[in-house]
């Protein structure tokens, strides 16, 4: 069965740098699925951040986009979430998922992690 | 941008009884494929999200058989057909025709 953790801190200063990483376990991440974060403020609904391809595609939100980045590393069987210049807007459980071929059809969520942007 | 809209917010539900949430969506999520690109999902309370309904009538892998999809273009549409307790939680819509948006959820919580 596939597994995905999401790691990283959970408390990150402003304007600093979120940096996350999906783990992704009982299964190969070099398929032909995309790889994404979704992220969930505090009693508030889902937003998708972005994507990536196992060939290192990406997709953003555009609303996001100009802070976003994701990488992948297919030798190490996971994915990595960088939002930069952070504020408190952007506390939020961050999840990673599993996509279909396209952005949807997510299939497999990670637990989520809490990360709580504050001095 | 495609807007999602998701009705109704709340929706007080009675086991053994059917239910059904609306989600509408600002523009065709018909791509040129011929495939709708509408999912749902249910977030159990302290849970992730898990998928239940993809290409906006199939079931995903595990889902019973109680939840259907329906709609096309714009309409859509998720009924539960006999509502079990362990059923409750936030049901979003979400189109991937373009950049992914999740509509607001619609909260099911029994009577």
């Known amino acids: 069965q596939l597994q995905l953790q999401e790691s990283g801190p959970g408390l990150v200063k402003p304007s600093e740098t979120l940096s996350l990483t999906c783990i992704v376990s009982g299964g190969s991440i070099n398929t032909n699925n995309n790889w994404g974060w979704i992220r969930q403020a505090p009693g508030k609904g889902l937003e998708w951040i972005g994507s990536?391809?196992?060939?290192?595609?990406?997709y953003y939100n555009p609303s996001l986009k100009s802070r976003v980045t994701i990488s992948i590393d297919t030798s190490r069987n996971q994915f990595s979430l960088k939002l930069t210049s952070v504020t408190a807007a952007d506390t939020a459980v961050y999840y990673c998922?599993?996509?279909?071929?396209?952005?949807?059809?997510?299939?497999?969520w990670g637990q989520g992690t809490l990360v709580t942007v504050s001095s | 941008d495609i807007v999602m809209t998701q009705s109704p917010l709340s929706l007080p539900v009675t086991p053994g009884e059917p239910a059904s949430i609306s989600c509408r969506s600002s523009?065709?999520?018909?791509?040129?494929?011929?495939?709708?690109?509408l999912d749902w999902y249910l977030q159990k309370p302290g849970q992730s999200p898990q998928l239940l309904i993809y290409?906006?009538?199939n079931r995903a892998s595990g889902v019973p058989d109680r939840f259907s999809g329906s709609g096309s273009g714009t309409d859509f549409t998720l009924k539960i057909s006999r509502v079990e307790a362990e059923d409750v939680g936030v049901y979003y819509c979400m189109q991937g025709v373009e950049s992914p948006v999740f509509g607001g959820g619609t909260k099911v919580e029994i009577k």
């Open positions: 290409l906006a009538s």
């Open positions: 523009q065709s999520l018909l791509h040129s494929n011929g495939y709708t690109y």
């Open positions: 998922a599993r996509h279909g071929q396209w952005l949807g059809r997510s299939d497999f």
């Open positions: 990536i391809h196992n060939t290192g595609i990406t």
